[in-house]
C-alpha cells in the first residue's frame, strides 16, 4: 500500500489480486446477498483508494482493509431495507435459488451463509474474520472490540449455528 502512495499504480492491482477473495467471502457472508456483497466489496475498495495517502504501516493492511470493510458494511445495514426483508431473509431467498442452481456444496455453502446472516451481524462478522484466519488481536482491532468480546461473540455465533444445525453444543 505504501508503495501505491506513493506512485507505483502496479502497487495496488497487486494488493487487489491478494486480498479480493478473502474480503469478497468476508463481506459475502455477513450481507448473505452477492449483489450487496459485490457492492460493500466496491465500496472497500474505491474507500482504500481514497486514503491511499494516509495509509500507515502501523498495523497489517489486511487489518486496516477489513476495518474498512466492516466500516462498510455498517453503513450498508443503516441504508438497507430492502423493501421490508431483513438480510437474513434475503440470505434465505438467495438460498432457495440456489437449490435449482448447482451441486450439493453449492447448496450447502449457501445454507451456512444464509444461517450466518441471520446471526447479530457482530457475531458472524467475528466468526468469518476467524474463519478467515485473522487473530483474535487483528479481529479486535478490526471490529474495535476487546479479544475477550471478540472470543465471546465467536462462541455464541459457533453456538448458534450448531444450534441451527441441531447439532449439541460440544464442551
Do not use: C, N
Amino acid at each position: 500500500m505504501l508503495r501505491y502512495a506513493a506512485g507505483e499504480v502496479a502497487a495496488f492491482s497487486e494488493l487487489y489480486q491478494r486480498h479480493k477473495d478473502h474480503l469478497y467471502r468476508f463481506v459475502l457472508g455477513s450481507v448473505g446477498d452477492a449483489g450487496a456483497a459485490e457492492e460493500v466489496a466496491q465500496d472497500t475498495w474505491e474507500a482504500v483508494l481514497g486514503a491511499a495517502t494516509r495509509y500507515t504501516d502501523s498495523a497489517a493492511f489486511t487489518t486496516w482493509l477489513f476495518t474498512i470493510a466492516r466500516r462498510k458494511l455498517v453503513d450498508h445495514y443503516r441504508r438497507t431495507e430492502r423493501s421490508g426483508a431483513t438480510q437474513a431473509e434475503a440470505a434465505v431467498e438467495d438460498l432457495v435459488a440456489a437449490v435449482h442452481e448447482g451441486p450439493e456444496r453449492q447448496l450447502q455453502s449457501h445454507q451456512l451463509l444464509a444461517l450466518i446472516a441471520q446471526l447479530p451481524p457482530d457475531q458472524g462478522q467475528a466468526l468469518l474474520l476467524k474463519e478467515e484466519g485473522f487473530s483474535m488481536r487483528q479481529i479486535a482491532d478490526i471490529v474495535e472490540a476487546g479479544e475477550e468480546t471478540v472470543k465471546s461473540r465467536i462462541r455464541y455465533a459457533r453456538s448458534s449455528l450448531r444450534s441451527s444445525l441441531g447439532v449439541g453444543d460440544e464442551h
